[in-house]
């Protein structure tokens, strides 16, 4: 199959799926609490047909293939019973969190199938994923698989350890312990302070060794230790951003058009590391496609809990101010305050949309 087409094929079923799920999380926490959702919606309006009624919910079927939809009863009237705004508050935290509960969920399971076929990582060990070709690392003897231990006499349990000891010894000799197929070495390399473009100051790639999983259940706790760690790196990138730890355009977000250049980069890679004349890379295929898909989700679902008028968050919020101050915020001035924040929220993302089309960030993968 054309590599691009199924990178667009890709694209489009990603989105449409991560939107989907979504909504499949507001619909079954609705159920269980007795709300009634009038409608679900496979794409989004116009209607293309009415598939069946279940349980008093119509099930249909849109034009647009890009996830799907809740059409609650009552959902802004806390006058009307079985609806979503006549529930205690707590509920309705509930049923709206449980779209980016159902996205987190998403993602830990792509993550049990990504160590699955990698292995789980050892986050208490640094290792070397590659070595550049030139580079101080390769001069010193540095070889990919090689652990390290210690840097400078320091203990090495984290990459991020091993960053911080390489920026203080720029342009010096820097001692590191190792270990290369179980056996101790020691080696001495010197971090250069103005390195190609593209490479860091030892031309190495870091990560963790990895172990085969035993079974399925033996990734679960890992993937759910990923998905913390992603969600934490989410949540601190903007004081990381304003601390200048993280530059602008590591921190910047990106568009449609930029995603899609990402899955094209990303199935063609996939699939080419999959042919049987891929020599060497055929023994260890890619996964850049489960990578961004797991990305993407994580994204999506925590910026949906964002407390801003008319997304998830907002909404949550507004539950939350109502159990504080213990009365019902009117329904006017919710709907009201739901649909300024919708077009100020469309309106920005239309801005943004636009400049994306226009100048994709530029994002090569490894």
């Not at 009038?38 to 849109?62: A, H, M, Q, Y």
């Not at 993280?246 to 449609?256: K, L, N, R, T």
């Not at 890619?286 to 961004?292: A, P």
Request: proline letters at 7%; one cysteine or more; glycine letters at 10%.
């Amino acid at each position: 199959m054309n590599a691009t087409f199924l990178g667009g094929l890709t694209f489009v079923l990603v989105f449409a799926g991560i939107i989907l799920v979504h909504e499949l999380g507001h619909f079954i926490s609705a159920r269980l609490f007795g709300i009634e959702v009038e409608e679900f919606g496979f794409g989004i309006p116009p209607r293309i047909v009415k598939l069946f009624r279940w349980k008093g919910t119509d099930f249909t079927l849109n034009w647009i293939p890009l996830g799907g939809f809740n059409k609650f009863k009552g959902e802004d009237d806390p006058n009307m019973v079985g609806g979503l705004a006549a529930v205690n508050p707590w509920k309705r935290i509930v049923v709206l969190a449980a779209g980016a509960g159902m996205n987190l969920l998403t993602a830990v399971v792509c993550y049990t199938i990504y160590f699955s076929q990698i292995g789980i990582p050892d986050l208490k060990a640094t290792a070397i994923a590659a070595v550049e070709a030139g580079s101080p690392a390769e001069q010193a003897g540095l070889q990919a698989g090689d652990i390290v231990t210690r840097a400078a006499g320091i203990e090495i349990s984290t990459y991020q350890q091993l960053l911080e000891i390489t920026y203080q010894h720029l342009d010096e000799p820097l001692a590191l312990d190792i270990l290369r197929d179980g056996q101790p070495m020691q080696l001495a390399v010197t971090p250069r302070s103005d390195p190609p473009e593209g490479q860091g100051p030892m031309g190495i790639a870091i990560g963790n060794p990895l172990y085969p999983a035993s079974s399925w259940f033996a990734t679960v706790p890992p993937s759910l230790s990923a998905v913390g760690r992603d969600i934490s790196s989410l949540l601190a990138l903007p004081g990381r951003l304003i601390a200048g730890t993280v530059s602008p355009e590591e921190a910047q977000m990106v568009g449609p058009r930029t995603i899609w250049n990402l899955f094209q980069q990303a199935v063609s890679r996939d699939l080419q590391s999959r042919q049987p004349d891929a020599g060497e890379a055929a023994a260890q295929p890619s996964n850049y496609t489960l990578i961004i898909i797991m990305s993407l989700t994580i994204t999506v679902g925590m910026f949906n809990l964002v407390p801003i008028p008319a997304l998830d968050g907002g909404r949550i919020f507004m539950a939350l101010t109502e159990i504080v101050i213990r009365r019902r915020i009117p329904a006017k001035y919710q709907m009201a305050i739901n649909g300024f924040g919708f077009m100020v929220l469309v309106a920005l993302l239309g801005i943004f949309y636009i400049k994306d089309l226009i100048s994709p960030v530029v994002i090569n993968l490894p």
